[in-house]
């Protein structure tokens, strides 16, 4: 059954042709294939990951799509239980954006053209995490960047909508030279981009030295650009011009997440070269800080989580340069989560009173409470509150920086940030009076359509964390790792002082936006 | 199918000379004829295909007669995996090209009769064994295509032709001079492409270096390479849309054509000697050609100035000379942008014929009344800038495989063309296709008929296969192009 894994991202490409050749004048049919599609998706990932369970892998189908004679270069399928992971992610993610864009986008002139799009995009994401070699996750790794450019652009009547879109192509793209050289360096080096040979060859020393420091930092460059990280995470806030069920998508579980995945799924190149690793390692903190720093002070509701999403995944990328293979990966599978929990509610709040500026809205929790209560959840998750899925991760990415006294204490400065920021804009939101009459009165809770998927989503922020729980037998540290298993430690000083964190964010933003104790 | 090579050459010169027997007023009789003659052609060139084996990288289809002994000059024609393709794209794109000018109404006799010479004479230099052969079939193709652009062109077409034939010319006259010295400089003389590539490694080195540097001014004007190119806008501006087409997707193939058949087989101590040269050329072409783009007001000059820029990975891969993947990307570059380009031309012209106009600025929003042609639009857009899955992606990759190894800091630089072709193009995007509609062309723009869908199908289905599978398109040119490598490593 995993040599036809391939069928998962078949299914949403099948959509996409049908709904662009066949379907688009029925605007219902249109959706219906596309969430059929992506369902279908998620229905065979449950297997797969079952399988992984039982059997780690990793286990690699392919055929050669190129061949030089000296060398060839494949099409493939690698399959090991990140990748199962990552399906289930993309796949539980965008259904349940899907779901939910039934009632947001209801009445868009091009809502047949959005489910197309949103297949395609999902599509990209799918293969990529499955692809075995770094020629095909690089195909993946464009169209994803096209089909982002055709959502972020999806309205693209409005200048800012269409210069955002561009904005984001062009930019990735930049980071996407980098990746480029990167592969031929390697290709150069090892004669092969197959990621199994790739690695082995590094193993055995063939492949060392500066040259894989170089093909480390060039490969990180596509991340950086991918994954929004500094200097290159100019073009994430913009890409909220896009629709915010688009928002989600990309900000959660696709498109940014792949340059996580790209430097999880190089773990051997960047550890073969301290100074790639120390170069990811720094580029994550940067970022991670500037962007909280950054979040702080937005009034728009969708910037602060886009600040938010560029923090969080410097967390990743930092823990990742410091060797926490399962903190960095764990992280991104909760962050999936909860962040395209907080988009999907920012987008049902925007639905309701149709603004971004939270200095308008106010007191919305008397009128939208699944919005509000979903919202609060989703914002306890990413501050790390015990016991919800945040903390398991955000626990092990403040563990990975033991030994690195300045990264540990950046990272839990962002900590605190995070959980003030969340909290605020919970606060601003949802508490307190009106702060614009005429909207207040005009805002509503959201179809079922909506609220559902936010239900659906809120359970696994809360409790898809608990695979990590760092003593059960079959935790994600003995299922997710690289090289050998590694058995995480629970730290409870660190977890204790990251809670106690996390609490004082949510305090201090308690008392300056909900009791107005302490002027802002 | 015996002298099926010869077929496909005179084939198209008796439909026009069939044409020339028509009354002027006969229009649809001789659109039709046109259209049979080139149908009929490529039908000829699957029959070639399918009776073609790859595996074997010698000529076939080979024909060979006596034609002016005392010279030593043959009738001699062949194919191989470098034409094979370059035949078919030809077949291909003269077909699609006929059915494009059916909007032509002025003096339609002679635009098709003019236009069936055209594809003979290209036919004739792909399939061409002896360099008299070639030479006459070269200069056959420039009389129709100066009248072509000069007849039916834009306002400026008189400039434009001339133009384009003075560099032709001027490029013609150094590959005379080579041919001759070729020629005097073998015992017994011979004009024969394959005794000439047996003896190549024992012309002296000197006369290699001579004789590359003449036919690479020959090529490079065709090709073009920075910095011949500049005779290519201004023909392409003034061009009717379906010249524009075999222009782009055909005659700019001779120039990398000629250094694949001649220069690299014929004059091995001379191409590794020019390799360096070359590649930077190349590059320069890339990046200049790009930049250039950036500045455009003109669709049609913007399409224009970006084929110099993607003929520049030809010209680099074709420097990577040792590696498979830089040759194979060069001849997949050929192929791949002659669908592209000329479905861009065919495109542009699509608009220019509703609006008369192909300023970039004047449009905007029209994907909001044009959902066809946008999307058609913007997918082959895609295709130019390297979009994977679709074949530009393919070409650049593998030029880019090949030619790391040997220029390593070029290709650095050359991988930021990737960039900047995205960068143009977006631009472009943005102003035509989103945005507000202009609502000056309210009900001025009806969407693509069915005759120009027609015309654009057969490239989009072949551009999206060989993105996906390159095999399909590898799989006739690679053993050949393993075997050429072998010949320049002599």
Known sequence: MLQNAWIIPALPLTAFVLIVFFTHRHRALSAGISIAAIIGGFAYSIPVLFRLIADHGPHEYFFNWLEFGSFNLEIGLLIDPLTAVMLLVVTIVSSCVQIYSLGYMHGDSRYSRYFAYLSLFTFSMLGLVLSNNFAMIFIFWELVGLTSYLLIGFWFEKKSASDAGKKAFITTRTGDLGFIVGILITLYACGTLNFGEVFTKIETGVFAGGLVTAAAIFIFAGAVGKSAQFPLHVWLPDAMEGPTPVSALIHAATMVAAGVYLVARGMTIFMASDTAALVVAIIGITTSFMAASIALVQIDIKRVLAYSTVSQLGYMIMALGLGGYGAGTFHLMTHAFFKSLLFLCAGSVIHAVHTNDMLEMGGLSKKMKITAATMFIASFSIAGIFPLSGFWSKDEIVASTIGHPIFMVLTLLVAFMTAFYMFRLCFLTFTGAPRDQEKFDHAHESPKTMTYPLMFLAFLAVFAGWVGIPWLPHSWSSFVYYGEVEHASFHFGLAGISLAIGLSGIGLAYLMYYKKSISA | ?490
């Open chain 2, 1 to 490: 199918m015996s002298g099926i090579l010869s077929w496909m050459i005179f084939i198209p010169l008796i439909g026009g000379v069939v044409i020339l027997f028509f009354n002027q007023e006969q229009k649809t009789a001789i659109r039709s004829v046109a259209t049979l003659t080139t149908s009929v052609v490529l039908g000829i060139s699957f029959i070639l295909l399918a009776q073609y084996n790859p595996s074997n990288p010698t000529m076939q289809f080979v024909e060979r007669a006596s034609w002016i002994p005392v010279l030593n000059v043959y009738y001699y024609i062949g194919a191989d995996g470098i034409s094979i393709p370059m035949l078919f794209l030809t077949a291909l794109l003269s077909l699609i090209s006929i059915v494009a000018s059916f909007g032509i109404e002025k003096r339609v006799k002679e635009y098709f009769a003019f236009f069936l010479l055209l594809e003979c004479g290209m036919m004739g230099v792909f399939a061409s064994l002896d360099f008299f052969l070639f030479y006459v079939f070269w200069e056959v193709m420039l009389v129709p295509m100066y009248f072509l652009i000069g007849v039916w062109g834009g306002p400026r077409k008189e400039y434009a032709a001339i133009k384009f034939f003075l560099y032709t010319l001027f490029g013609s006259i150094f590959m005379l001079v080579g041919i001759l010295l070729l020629y005097f400089n073998t015992t017994p003389h011979t004009l024969s492409f394959t005794e000439l590539v047996a003896g190549g490694p024992t012309l002296s080195h000197n006369l290699q270096l001579l004789v590359f540097v003449f036919f690479f001014i020959a090529f490079a004007i065709k090709i073009p390479a920075w910095p011949f190119h500049t005779w290519l806008p201004d023909a392409h501006v003034e061009a009717p849309t379906a010249v524009s087409v075999i222009l782009a997707g055909v005659l700019l193939k001779m120039g990398t054509y000629g250094l694949l058949r001649i220069s690299l087989p014929m004059l091995p101590y001379g191409t590794n000697y020019f390799v360096w040269p070359m590649a930077i050329i190349g590059v320069i072409g890339i990046i200049y050609g790009a930049l250039v783009c950036m500045a455009q007001t003109d669709l049609k000059k913007l399409v224009a100035y970006s084929s110099v820029s993607h003929m520049g990975y030809c010209l680099l891969g074709i420097a990577a000379v040792t590696s498979l993947a830089g040759i194979e990307g060069c001849m997949f570059q050929m192929f791949s942008h002659g669908l592209i380009t000329g479905a861009l031309f065919l495109l542009v012209g699509v608009i220019y014929d509703r609006a008369h106009t192909r300023d970039i600025n004047a449009f905007g929003g029209l994907w909001l009344k044009l959902p066809v042609y946008s999307g058609v639009m913007i997918l082959f857009v895609m295709g130019s800038l390297g979009l994977p899955g679709l074949s530009g992606f393919v070409s650049e990759f593998m030029v880019f495989i090949g030619s790391f190894p040997t220029f390593t800091w070029l290709t650095g630089i050359a991988v930021l063309g990737v960039l900047l072709t995205a960068g143009y193009f977006l631009r472009m995007v943005q102003r035509v296709f989103l945005g507000e509609f202009n609502e000056k062309w309210e009900g001025k723009l009806p969407d693509m008929k069915f005759r120009e869908i027609f015309t654009i199908v057969p490239l989009a289905v072949l551009m999206i296969a060989i993105g996906f599978y390159p095999k399909i398109l590898t799989y006739w040119m690679q053993p050949t192009l393993e075997h050429l490598i072998k010949l320049i490593a002599r």
